[in-house]
Every structure is written in structure tokens, then in C-alpha cells.
């Protein structure tokens, strides 16, 4: 599976913003799905996960109410999308798959492929 994200940028803070991750190279539809961030000097963090049709979706505490997973099967794309966004938000969004898993997975090392990354930096 290759992975390839988009959409980042600046923004300002109270502001929205969405990030795509584009798949190829496998059958998309089977892949459980998620977004972790990283910001400077600071470990990769969850950030949300979406299951294999859609229907389920788990968000980290510091972006529930605010931000939203989801995917398209038929493009093989899974978007982000944020609003109210805050300073603490401004890191490197990643776009994550797991194959070959019935459940949605929520650690950095429950997944097989990564995308390069897309940088979403929120101004005070």
C-alpha cells in the first residue's frame, strides 16, 4: 500500500483545514485506516482511525468535537477534516494503514504502511 498525504498548510487559530490521503497499490477497502501527528521534539500521537467501511470512528480526547475522519472506497481516499483549530495542533499529519485486521487499531506500531506526511501549522 503506498500512501500519499495532502492539504496541509497555515492556517489561523478558529480556523479549518483538510487533509487528504490519496492509496494505491492494494485493495483499500480492506485496509483499516488512521491519522497520527507530530509535532517538533515530541513522540507521534493517535489522532483518529476509521474501520474498514467507515461506519466506526475513534477520536483522541485533545481533537473530539473538532475534528473528522473519513474515507471514500471508491477513490481510495480518507480526508481530515479540522476546524477549531488551535496552535497545539500544528505538527506533521501522517496517514496510516493496517491490513488484514477486522478492528480499528489506535498505536503508532499497529500499522504497516505510512504516507511522507503533510505539515499543518495553526498561527496564534
Known amino acids: 500500500v503506498q500512501l500519499q498525504a495532502s492539504g496541509g498548510g497555515l492556517v489561523q487559530a478558529g480556523g479549518s483545514l483538510r487533509v487528504s490521503c490519496a492509496a494505491s497499490?492494494?485493495?483499500?477497502?480492506?485496509?483499516?485506516m488512521g491519522w497520527f501527528r507530530q509535532a517538533p521534539g515530541k513522540e507521534r500521537e493517535f489522532v483518529a482511525t476509521?474501520?474498514?467501511?467507515?461506519?466506526?470512528?475513534y477520536y483522541a480526547d485533545s481533537v473530539k468535537g473538532r475534528f473528522t475522519i473519513s474515507r471514500d472506497n471508491a477513490k481510495m481516499t480518507m480526508y481530515l477534516q479540522m476546524s477549531s483549530l488551535k496552535p497545539e495542533d500544528t505538527a506533521l499529519y501522517y496517514c496510516a494503514a493496517r491490513r488484514k485486521i477486522s478492528s480499528v487499531v489506535f498505536d503508532v506500531s499497529d500499522y504497516d504502511y505510512w504516507g511522507q506526511g503533510t505539515q499543518v501549522t495553526v498561527s496564534s
Open positions: 497499490g492494494s485493495t483499500f477497502s480492506n485496509t483499516v
Open positions: 476509521i474501520s474498514r467501511s467507515g461506519d466506526s470512528t
